[in-house]
């Protein structure tokens, strides 16, 4: 017997029970960042491997171990996009679109990330990330914080937390590098493994360790803020001034410090309690020096990106649904003429902006068959189309959900308006 298929491990079908919910979010955020200014961006699933290397970081879990990454018919190594503001930058500097204005662009789409999967990480799931180009000032953080927090607020989500830090100047992470390292270098013995590879390549990471047997020694390591350089700490600073301003809620977390290289100055995370121990909902920050670094000109930018898995599995956990869709027409009718007429009408119902979903009947049977079907399709109206309404130019109009049993039958040309005047009815009397 052939061997069952099934999808590739951690990564999802969205199935149609769910898709309501995600279209919701996804249409509710993109018109936050639509309001902010930020267009619409669409790029390749797949980049050269040589550009994640370059901008996440040769010495990162996404790089060393996650990516998918294969050689193409060509001989060429391609890999999946593990995220998205590489393939931006590639994309601005590829079309000269950093031009010393402001801009703003944001994404949506699957990444792909080759981790363990549990809840909450997957190895493709959905982002949707902003990025703004083009100034270095703190407004520009802070405004784009609070455009996150607006997204919250806008799906009506509670409770997310926010964590801030400043990651200071390259020169001043360099320092803190080295101080860091000779830390660790004496601690050597209580280092795990992982630690232990990344103590000579990217000390900083051993901060974002896990392994609760480190806790001790983490909390005990020298701390990055107080080797910010001034601009960093003024810069820095002025955020939180502004956050405060806007009303946005935040706590400094000195050990926070992002997976990803191209970040400096400001990251954040946006997190929740509610989804377990991956409860990093959004996180972002500045990456001033990324656009040079890939052979464009210097262009300070901030960005983010939020885990659409992470929200949803949030707002089911806070119950949150989506609006319930226009509603449902069904329409029954007898085989032969009788059909061809209700396909006629199904049509010209469908072709009017505001219509509802209109459903076909294909399956036949008598019409007490047939309007099971429209209530289990979740039907409001059913409208029946048998001999006698063929032959009279009528159409059967019945409330499904009524508390009252309620039928009519009316000329096909006054249905629209006999339907509006039903359901306004309906609506009163349910008052
Ligand atoms: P990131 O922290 O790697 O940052 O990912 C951002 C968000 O994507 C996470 O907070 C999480 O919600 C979601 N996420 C990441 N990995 C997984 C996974 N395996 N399964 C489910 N959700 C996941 C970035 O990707 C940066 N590009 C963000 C950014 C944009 N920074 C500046 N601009």
Request: aromatic letters at 6%.
């Amino acid at each position: 017997m052939a061997s069952k298929l099934q999808a590739v491990r951690g990564m999802n079908d969205l199935l149609p029970a769910t898709t309501p919910a995600w279209r919701h979010a996804e249409q509710r955020l993109q018109a936050v960042l639509e309001r902010h200014g930020y267009q619409e961006i669409r790029l390749p699933l797949v980049e050269p491997t040589e550009l994640f290397a370059r901008t996440i970081g040769e010495v990162t879990d996404i790089v060393e171990k996650e990516m998918y990454t294969f050689l193409d018919r060509n001989g060429d190594s391609l890999t999946l996009r593990p995220e998205g503001t590489a393939g931006v930058v590639r994309a601005g500097i590829e079309h000269g679109l950093f031009q010393g204005q402001l801009l703003r662009l944001w994404y949506q789409g699957p990444m792909f990330r080759h981790e363990r999967p549990q809840r909450g990480r997957y190895r493709q799931f959905h982002q949707i990330g902003a990025e703004c180009f083009g100034s270095a000032e703190p407004e520009l953080d802070a405004g784009l914080i609070a455009m996150t927090a607006q997204c919250w607020h806008e799906l009506g989500l509670p409770s997310l937390r926010l964590e801030i830090n400043s990651l200071g100047s390259r020169q001043a992470r360099g320092a803190y590098r080295d101080r860091l390292q000779e830390y660790f270098r004496g601690n050597r013995a209580a280092l795990d493994e992982d630690s232990l590879r990344r103590l000579e390549s990217n000390p900083l990471r051993i901060l974002d360790s896990k392994n609760p047997d480190l806790a001790a020694l983490i909390a005990a390591a020298p701390s990055l803020p107080e080797h910010l350089d001034d601009d960093s700490r003024a810069h820095f600073e002025r955020l939180c001034v502004l956050l405060d301003q806007l009303g946005v809620a935040y706590t400094i977390n000195p050990r926070l410090v992002r997976g990803l290289d191209y970040y400096g100055r400001t990251v954040f995370e946006w997190v929740s309690d509610a989804l377990g121990a991956k409860g990093t909902v959004c996180a972002g920050g500045r990456y001033d020096t990324l656009v040079e670094q890939l052979g464009g000109r210097p262009t300070p930018a901030i960005g983010f990106a939020l885990g659409l898995e992470r929200l949803l599995d949030l707002m089911a956990v806070n119950g949150l649904e989506p609006p319930a869709p226009l509603g449902v027409w069904y329409l029954a009718s007898t085989p032969g003429a009788c059909r061809a007429q209700a396909l006629v009408l199904a049509q010209q119902l469908r072709a009017q902006s505001n219509a509802p979903t209109v459903l076909m009947d294909h399956a036949g049977g008598n019409f007490g068959k047939q309007l099971q079907r429209a209530d289990k399709a979740g039907a409001e109206i059913a409208l029946i189309l048998g001999e006698d309404e063929l032959a009279a130019g009528t159409v059967t109009v019945r409330l499904l959900r009524a508390t009252q049993a309620t039928q009519e039958t009316v000329s096909i040309n006054d249905l629209q308006a006999t339907i509006a005047r039903l359901i306004t009815a309906q609506e009163s009397f349910a008052v």
